[in-house]
Antibody, heavy 124, light 107 residues
Framework: EVQLVESGGGWVQPGRALRLSCAAS????????MHWVRQSPGKGLEWVSG????????GYADSVKGRFTISRDNAKNSLYLQMNSLRAEDTAFYYC?????????????????WGQGTLVTVSS | DIQMTQSPSSLSASVGDRVAITCRAS??????LNWYQQKPGKAPNLLIH???NLQSGVPSRFSGSGSGTDFTLTISSLQPEDFATYYC?????????FGQGTNVEIK
């Protein structure tokens, strides 16, 4: 059974940093692209960032480019999101999602499995 | 970025009703269109990929159709567990973008 478990969310002041983690199990983590998708409370879904199986290719939404950094450790079956210079508009549930493809930009890909999400609240 | 527009934004329906949700892309995306269901307090769940391919384990009352710019998710006979929010998402190009969601409520 595929399991994705996010951690690291919490309350943080504007301008500060936070690092999210996603622990994966039940599949060959190193074979698949991974993504972060967020959802502001009561709002829709927004793709944040994606990373290919070997970390060679990475992409970001314009809203987080230059502030967030995605990474992965295939030996630890883990995905990360380093979030710097946080803003109030970054407040959201952050979901880790497994792609069915190996490359994050593969148009045949889709978000086949999701974690339960971790809430990030940015407020003074 | 490719904009995805769903209609309606919300609908009220009864158990047993046939329900259709449409999704329009701002440019041609072939059949790189996926549908997700989300229930309150839960993560989204994949229903349909590649416009019309039913994800394993998803009931056959769900179906998807369309190609190019216009797509439809159909629920043939609405069940109590189907009351949820539905999202379309394009995989044609990055950034991957979602529709704004369609909330299916009980009439």
């Amino acid at each position: 059974e595929v399991q994705l478990v996010e951690s690291g969310g919490g309350w943080v002041q504007p301008g500060r940093a936070l690092r999210l983690s996603c622990a994966a199990s039940g599949f060959s983590f190193g074979d698949f692209a991974m993504h972060w998708v967020r959802q502001s409370p009561g709002k829709g879904l927004e793709w944040v960032s994606g990373i290919s199986w070997n970390s060679d290719d990475i992409g970001y939404a314009d809203s987080v480019k230059g502030r967030f950094t995605i990474s992965r450790d295939n030996a630890k079956n883990s995905l990360y999101l380093q979030m710097n210079s946080l803003r109030a508009e970054d407040t959201a549930f952050y979901y880790c999602a497994r792609d069915i493809a190996s490359w994050y930009f593969d148009n045949r890909g889709y978000f086949g499995d999701w974690g339960q999400g971790t809430l990030v609240t940015v407020s003074s | 970025d490719i904009q995805m527009t769903q209609s309606p934004s919300s609908l009220s329906a009864s158990v047993g009703d046939r329900v259709a949700i449409t999704c329009r892309a701002s440019q041609m995306i072939s059949d790189y269109l996926n549908w997700y269901q989300q229930k309150p307090g839960k993560a989204p769940n994949l229903l349909i990929h590649g416009a019309s391919n039913l994800q394993s384990g998803v009931p056959s009352r769900f179906s998807g159709s369309g190609s190019g710019t216009d797509f439809t998710l159909t629920i043939s006979s609405l069940q109590p567990e189907d009351f949820a929010t539905y999202y379309c998402q394009q995989g044609y190009s990055t950034p991957r973008t979602f529709g704004q969601g369609t909330n299916v409520e009980i009439k």
